[in-house]
């Protein structure tokens, strides 16, 4: 399986101007690449080949001094990579898609760049970790988690951010096969992230969304005064990086909470059951707010997955079609208006949260898909939850699970 690893650099002054030097190079190449190509495709009716592009790399250094100065691999990724994107724009095209061409890149667009292969390590100087790249410079790099030892490196890219910091993120091979999800998975648990608010789940634990209100207002309270600045003064120029902060820090804290969520889910449990966000999204008309909410779900239910792979969970998927309507206890459907929070069944008079009684629908699918036998006792007759246990989504990023301390201590004292 493939990996991504990716680190704070630490590089002085003179690495920065080092970095960005070699990033200019690479977006010159970039550009005069896509004219030559763009060139070619309009003079030929298509694109050259592969090899015939790499061939003029040579040629190009002989002319071009500064090409010289970056490593030949570095260049050589970027040539590939315009021509795989230009290959797949073109097949786009011929397949009847209206797709535009590449663009010429000005230099804030062009971010970044490839050591592949080679050319790069890991390295110790005077007594610190430096990511040592081939032509460029060592670099101080903060390894805040370790990259396993059975890991391959296969490349790195060093960026920049907007904010003007700059990270490495290495693509790593690991060759373990995955654990194999249990047979008879032991710890279950049925999630519902449907309407927006919460996450709730068969356990009995319903946790909120991130609150970002804080960083919504600061991000938009920055974004105004950038707007009342002189559009390219240095003041300009510092607002600017302000506000590339403030995306940045929202990304980061939506990430950090959803990693974490997913973790704990799928490190605790053997099976996981979800509904399938790509079927619901076709039965649910979304709403604008509902929209970025189930956004962040989605990425929640993709790290999940990956997660359950990779911790040997199993992760089921189901069909949402009807699981707030059905009785968990019973299996008769009843008409619920969004309002109506609390599940309370006319057959056979079962009542719960609305979210809570879906999520064990969720969860008898997901054991139905998996082929697991729970039919002659619904979860819910053998273990309800009597009430709900509501977490914010601050406690998750604090202690990295949705259970508490008191609640672990509790059950095992019991
Ligand atoms: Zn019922």
């Not at 890149?105 to 110790?124: I, V």
């Not at 060093?158 to 194999?180: C, H, L, M, N, Y």
């Amino acid at each position: 399986m493939y990996y991504a690893y990716k680190y704070r650099l630490k590089p002085s002054d003179a690495h920065r101007e080092e970095l960005d030097r070699h990033r200019d190079i690479c977006r010159q190449l970039y550009n005069h690449t896509r004219y030559r190509l763009n060139e070619y495709q309009e003079n030929h009716g298509e694109l050259p080949s592969m090899t015939t592009l790499r061939s003029e790399l040579p040629d190009l250094k002989k002319w071009w001094d500064g090409l010289n100065e970056v490593y030949s691999k570095v260049l050589q990724t970027i040539v590939e990579r315009l021509f795989d994107n230009l290959k797949g724009l073109s097949k786009l095209k011929k397949n009847g898609y209206g797709v535009g061409q590449l663009n010429w890149k000005p230099p804030r667009e062009f971010r970044s760049f490839t050591y592949s292969q080679s050319g790069f390590k890991l390295d110790k100087k005077g007594g610190q970790t430096v990511l040592s790249l081939s032509k460029l410079a060592d670099i101080p790099i903060r390894l805040h988690r370790a990259i396993p030892d059975d890991a391959k490196l296969k490349q790195v890219t060093v960026k920049k951010e907007p904010t003007g910091e700059w990270f490495a993120t290495f693509g790593v091979q690991i060759d373990r096969e995955p654990p194999e999800p249990p047979e008879n998975p032991e710890k279950c648990v049925g999630i519902d992230v449907g309407i927006l608010k919460y996450a709730h789940d068969t356990d009995g634990t319903a946790v909120g969304s991130l609150d970002l209100s804080a960083e919504r207002e600061r991000l938009e309270r920055e974004q105004r005064k950038l707007s009342r600045k002189q559009h390219g003064s240095n003041n300009y120029e510092k607002q600017r990086r302000r506000v590339a902060e403030c995306h940045a820090n929202l990304r980061r804290k939506r990430r950090d909470f959803l990693h974490k969520l997913s973790n704990y889910y799928a490190r605790e449990y053997d099976l996981v059951a979800v509904e399938d966000l790509n079927v619901k999204g076709m039965i649910e008309s979304p709403s604008n707010s509902r929209n970025t909410a189930s956004a962040a779900w989605r990425t929640f239910l993709t790290l999940l997955e990956y997660k359950c792979e990779r911790e040997g969970t199993h992760f089921v998927a189901v069909n949402p079609r009807g699981t707030t309507k059905e009785c968990a206890s019973c299996g008769v459907s009843t008409d619920k208006p969004l309002w109506v929070r609390e599940h309370s069944c006319p057959a056979c008079g079962f009542e719960a949260n609305r979210d809570a009684n879906a999520a064990w629908n969720i969860l008898s699918r997901g054991l139905e898909d998996v082929g697991v036998g729970h039919s002659e006792s619904t979860p819910v007759e053998t273990a309800l939850p009597t009430d709900t246990d509501s977490v914010s989504a601050k406690r998750v990023v604090e202690s990295g699970s949705p259970t508490l301390k008191e609640r672990t201590a509790k059950a095992v004292s019991e």
